[in-house]
């Protein structure tokens, strides 16, 4: 059973947790890393994925300097959505032998490890066929926009960005109403703590997190990888 590394981050800027995935992304396909599950929070921040729909940005430059939420156009799939303080971002780094490969039951799998995280709150999450993520009725509680980088040095992909989870109460409050989520009108935003009434802790959902996802993804136990969340390794690679 392979083995997962698990790490950490708190709350990183956007740009440099980017960097950090590539960096680990090539990693990972030369072998001289294991297989990687980053856990983290960002800072404000809106990313608009390959879709490109720059009109789903609802606020104005101006407007976001002023609430100091920073614009990154990605290289993941998907439209626009909304990483801030108080939601849990998965970023799974994983090697995907092309053998029998299907991607799109990679965003199943990921889609179910949520599911099953939800259930421990006695929440039903559920999928939408027409969208990709996890829903409570019809609010959105988790998105998903992923990347498959094709391997340099053997058969197969490396998948980087990942999942992000709504936990605090503030999640929908503060960041989505500058954007339309995804592009979707008609359906609304879910937390955690907006759904169970109780206050939770964005880092000990990380660790609830885990045994789901190595449950589904067919890994041993994850360990604790080295600490990453360090701006001069980043400035070394």
């Not at 992923?146 to 992000?164: C, E, L």
Request: aromatic share 10%; glycine share 10%; net charge negative.
């Amino acid at each position: 059973m392979p083995i997962l590394k698990s790490e950490w981050l708190s709350r990183m800027d956007y740009g440099q947790a980017w960097e950090l995935q590539k960096k680990l992304v090539k990693e990972i396909d030369r072998e001289e890393r294991s297989d990687t599950l980053l856990l983290l929070e960002h800072s404000p921040t809106y990313t608009i994925g390959s879709d490109r729909h720059p009109e789903h940005l609802l606020y104005s430059k101006e407007e976001l300097a002023r609430r100091g939420i920073s614009l990154y156009e990605i290289d993941r799939g998907g439209d626009i959505t909304y990483h801030g303080p108080g939601q849990l971002v998965g970023y799974p780094l994983l090697y995907l032998d092309a053998v029998g490969l299907d991607l799109h039951q990679y965003l199943r799998n990921l889609e179910e490890v949520i599911i099953k995280l939800l259930a421990d709150f006695g929440i039903v999450g559920d999928r939408k066929p027409e969208y990709t993520g996890v829903w409570v009725g019809d609010l959105k509680i988790a998105a998903i926009g992923v990347k498959f980088n094709k391997a340099r040095t053997r058969r197969g992909f490396v998948t980087s960005h990942g999942f992000a989870l709504n936990v605090k109460k503030n999640v929908e409050q503060d960041g989505f109403q500058g954007i339309i989520p995804c592009g979707i009108t008609e359906y609304g935003i879910a937390s955690l703590e907006m759904l169970t009434g109780t206050e939770l802790q964005v880092e000990a959902i990380g660790q609830q997190i885990l045994p789901y996802f190595t449950e589904v993804f067919g890994y041993s136990i994850p360990i604790a990888s080295e600490s990453l969340n360090s701006l001069a390794k980043l400035k070394q690679a």
